[in-house]
């Protein structure tokens, strides 16, 4: 087996003492706005308090939608994620400008966690991280990381703060998608850095794996359920799958609660 089980439903965000939920939401894509409203709210009903957003969702529209999702449950009840678009962190007012937009379409006066999309090629790591520093020391994000980084781009990024730390890592994981396990997961474990799994049920995919199909009859689950435990059985890895649907939501916190045996883990990790 490649990690010992992480158990817990409730994952430390990097280094901060702060513990987020193990399955979050994601708002990429979203179709239909008014029941994907109705299904968020649900969720952070029932606990799965992380929502994921971006300024590139819906043009603003994903933020808005999250704004009064949070209207409805109350800020407290909600940790938000957001995501600028990396050309933002070429210049320090224009990031500034930008956190500003997405904080006035999600209705709130801080986010708790800004990442950059993903790295902008045209200019040096270490000033993209300064930049999202500055924008944390002004108030307006309690934390800062980064989505699509590399380990190279990581490390760099992890040695450009000063005040603030990396505290999490948005890439792509899913068991028919390991690549993240070959380097940058070990080094997350090993540095306190969270892995936030986007695409975990490779947009429903995982529903067509018989390996998957037959693991799940053994503890009355699906197979997104298995997949989406493979990941959160690992140290430092929370995963956001999303969707519209209230009863996918159901299905998503019926993730939490219990684990795929070291043998089921094994078979997933040997076959897929």
């Given amino acids: 087996m490649l990690f010992p089980i992480d158990s817990s439903d409730r994952k430390p965000l990097g280094k901060t003492g702060e513990y987020i939920s193990a399955i979050g939401i994601g708002t990429w894509a979203i179709r239909d706005y ?20 971006a300024e590139m969702y819906g043009s603003g529209k994903a933020e808005e939608l999250v704004g009064r999702v ?11 994620i957001t995501k600028l678009y990396p050309y933002r962190f070429i210049i320090e007012r224009k990031a500034l400008k930008a956190a500003q937009a997405s904080l006035r379409r999600l209705g709130v006066s801080y986010v708790d966690l800004l990442l950059i999309h993903w790295p902008e090629i045209a200019v040096p790591i270490g000033r993209q991280v300064r930049i999202l520093e500055q924008l944390a020391i002004k108030g307006l994000t ?3 990381g980064v989505s699509n980084f590399s ?3 990581l490390k760099k990024a992890i040695e450009s703060v ?5 505290v999490l890592n948005q890439v792509k994981y899913s068991v028919l998608d390991r690549q993240i396990e070959r380097d940058l997961l070990p080094f997350a474990i090993k540095e306190g850095i969270t892995i936030q799994a986007y695409t975990p049920i490779e947009r429903g995919a995982v529903t ?5 199909n037959s693991i799940g009859r053994k503890y009355g689950k699906t197979a997104v359920q298995v ?11 929370v995963a956001i799958p999303k969707t519209e649907r209230k009863e996918r939501i159901d299905e998503f916190k019926g993730v939490l609660g219990w684990r795929l045996s070291k043998e089921d883990i094994e078979s997933i990790e040997k076959s897929l």
């Fill in 208 to 212: 067509n794996v018989e390996l998957l």
């Fill in 142 to 144: 309690r934390y800062i």
């Fill in 151 to 153: 380990l190279r781009q």
């Fill in 227 to 237: 997949a989406l435990n493979f990941l959160i059985s690992r140290p430092r890895v």
């Fill in 70 to 80: 949070i209207r409805r449950v109350g800020r407290d009840r909600v940790f938000v």
């Fill in 34 to 53: 008014r029941r994907a409203e109705e299904a968020l709210v649900y969720a952070i009903e029932l606990g799965l308090n992380v929502i994921d957003t």
């Fill in 162 to 166: 000063k005040k603030y730390e990396i």
